[in-house]
């Protein structure tokens, strides 16, 4: 049954880390209100755990009205792969069906000459004055497990740049909204890093 949050005060408030585990299968994602308890749930891509993150499916708790908690609460929020995708409009992987809408743009398949999709390690850029940003070095190698891309309408937010067949996004940040396409949690030491990032975030932020 799904969690409500009157259910939950004990997690109000929480910051909210998403993402997907390459390694469950497909679509298998992890919800975690930085509690320290991730589940899995099983959902076939990025847009359709947009509504799957309002129906709380599993059991999984999750705050009712994503959209205006991310957007209005200022409790940071890490998007990590998936968790990174369904923030944006709508994605070539589910027509019809409609992302939060948190970043304008849309998510599309990579259309290169190389093999799709792009597994392994890859050197991102960062740029921006962010607060994640501004704690993490300048360039730094992180691990990829993806098909699709995001391709946000401002360039403005785009705050980490990967290069496979071409420039793509790898990193977005808006105000308490933080978000990737690589998997931090598999990326070892840069990893780390980054989440030792964020755990600084949260710390400026209470």
């Known amino acids: 049954a799904a969690v409500e949050q009157r259910d939950r005060p004990d997690l109000q408030g929480r910051p909210v880390i998403i993402g997907a585990d390459p390694k469950g299968g497909r679509g298998r994602g992890v919800v975690s209100t ?24 599993h059991g999984v708790y999750l705050p009712p009205d994503m959209e205006r908690y991310a957007r209005e609460s200022g409790t940071p929020y890490l998007g990590i792969c998936l968790g990174m995708q369904a923030l944006l409009d709508g994605s070539e992987e589910a027509f019809g069906v409609s992302g939060l ?20 390690w890859n050197e991102v850029r960062f740029e921006g004055d962010h607060p994640m940003i501004q704690a993490l070095p300048e360039r730094d190698i992180y691990y990829f497990v993806h098909s699709y891309r ?17 420039t793509f996004c790898a990193a977005v940040a808006k105000d308490n ?8 949690e598999k990326s070892q030491s840069a990893g780390k890093r980054l989440l030792d990032a964020y755990r600084a975030w949260l710390e400026m932020s209470r």
């Open 34 to 57: 930085a509690s320290y308890e991730a589940r899995p749930f099983g959902v076939g891509s990025a847009m359709p755990i947009s509504q799957a993150w309002r129906r709380c499916p």
């Open 101 to 120: 809408g948190i970043i304008p743009g849309r998510v599309k398949r990579f259309d290169i000459d190389l093999a799709v999709p792009h597994i392994g």
């Open 150 to 166: 995001p391709e946000p309408t401002d360039p403005s937010i785009v705050v980490g740049r990967a290069d496979y067949g071409g």
């Open 177 to 184: 909204v933080f978000a990737v396409q690589f998997h931090p």
